[in-house]
C-alpha cells in the first residue's frame, strides 16, 4: 500500500470518530473492502477521462480510482457538508487536484456546470439501479459510460431500471461480477452507455425518483 493510500486510511479513521464514514474500521478489511473494491472498476474508465463519483460518501470508489489513475480528473458529489469537509481535507493532505462538491445528484443533473459534463459518472452501492441511473445519467455525455459497483444479486435490479435507462438515454452494457482478492465476496460492476441526451424534464425530484 503506498503513502497515499496510508494517509487516506489514517483520515478516514481519524474523521471517523466525529462523523461516521465507515463501519469497517480494521485496516486490513478497509484495504479489502474499500480499496480494492473501489479499484475493481479502475480498467474500464478511459484515459485521461473526466469522471464523477455520485453519492461518494468516504470518497468510494473516487479516492482510490484517482490514486491509481492520475490521468483521470474527478469530482466528487455528496450532500453532507461533514463528509464534503472529510473529503476536501483528503484532497488538500493528499494533493489529488479533486474537485469536492456539496450538491443533490438531482440537483446536479439540472445544473448546467454538470449537466452532461462528464465522460463517466461512477458510484458505488447507493440506491437501486433504477434510482441511481436517473442520479447518473443526466451528468454523462452521450458516448459517456456510467459504471455503477453493486452486490451479487443484480438481475432484478436490471430488469426493473431497463424502462427509465431508456428513457434517460442509456443502454446497459453489460454487468461483470468479481471477487475481493482474499475473500468469497462477490460483487458486481454494471455499464450503462449514454446513447443520447436526457430528456430536459430528468432527473426528476429525489421523491419522484425514489418511487422506482
Not at 471517523?16 to 480499496?35: C, G, Q, W
Not at 474500464?44 to 479516492?63: E, K, L, Q, W, Y
Request: proline share 4%; charged share 25%; with cysteine.
Amino acid at each position: 500500500m503506498n503513502e497515499k493510500f496510508s494517509a487516506y486510511m489514517a483520515l478516514l479513521l481519524e474523521w471517523n470518530t466525529k462523523i461516521n464514514l465507515t463501519a469497517i474500521t480494521e485496516p486490513s478489511e478497509i484495504v479489502t473492502k474499500h480499496f480494492h473494491d473501489s479499484l475493481m472498476c479502475a480498467d474500464s474508465i478511459p484515459r485521461g477521462a473526466n469522471c464523477v463519483d455520485v453519492g461518494t460518501g468516504a470518497g468510494f470508489p473516487g479516492i482510490p480510482l484517482k490514486i491509481e489513475r492520475q490521468d483521470i480528473s474527478l469530482t466528487l458529489m455528496d450532500a453532507l457538508g461533514k463528509r464534503v469537509s472529510f473529503l476536501r481535507e483528503v484532497n488538500a493532505r493528499l494533493s489529488l487536484g479533486v474537485s469536492c462538491v456539496r450538491i443533490r445528484a438531482e440537483d446536479a443533473g439540472k445544473d448546467a456546470q454538470y449537466r452532461e459534463k462528464f465522460d463517466v459518472a461512477l458510484s458505488r452501492a447507493v440506491s437501486r439501479l433504477a434510482v441511481l441511473a436517473e442520479y447518473c445519467l443526466p451528468l454523462v455525455k452521450p458516448g459517456g459510460v456510467m459504471l455503477a459497483m453493486k452486490g451479487q444479486q443484480v438481475e432484478d435490479e436490471l430488469k426493473s431500471a431497463e424502462g427509465i435507462i431508456e428513457t434517460l438515454g442509456g443502454k446497459v452494457g453489460g454487468v461483470r461480477l468479481y471477487t475481493l482478492p482474499g475473500t468469497d465476496i462477490t460483487h458486481s460492476l454494471v455499464t450503462i452507455h449514454k446513447i443520447s441526451s436526457t430528456p430536459c424534464q430528468y432527473p426528476r425530484s429525489s421523491k419522484k425518483i425514489s418511487k422506482l
